[in-house]
């Protein structure tokens, strides 16, 4: 069956670093699309980037220029570097498949000083 693993989650300061990994398995993962979502308290869950299976990658404007989604197809792995955290991007952080059919558990981002 489908699975989706996600980790890297954790506390860091504001202005600091994270990088969250999802490990996809039972899917033609170098053709899927896939995307990281994300639910903040209170609000609805968003995405925030979403890469094709060629690699071509799209972004929330309020992660634009801090966060970048990549893929080892390789290692049917999708990434999100997250540089220059706000307290705002704190929230549960989830990949799925583009088509949004397949979830991952969420990983926890917590930004705080």
């Known amino acids: 069956q489908v699975q989706l693993v996600e980790s890297g989650g954790g506390l860091v300061q504001p202005g600091g670093s994270l990088r969250l990994s999802c490990a996809a398995s039972?899917?033609?993962?170098?053709?899927?699309?896939m995307g990281w979502y994300r639910q903040r308290p209170g609000k609805q869950r968003e995405l925030v980037a979403h890469?094709?299976?060629?690699?071509?990658?799209n972004y929330a404007d309020s992660v634009k220029g801090r966060f970048t989604i990549s893929r080892d197809n390789a290692k049917n792995t999708v990434y999100l570097q997250m540089n220059s955290l706000k307290p705002e991007d704190t929230a549960v952080y989830y990949c799925?498949?583009?088509?949004?059919?397949?979830w991952g558990q969420g990983t926890q981002v917590t930004v705080s000083s």
């Open positions: 799925a498949t583009g088509n949004g059919l397949y």
């Open positions: 039972g899917i033609i993962f170098s053709i899927t699309a």
């Open positions: 890469t094709t299976g060629g690699g071509i990658t």
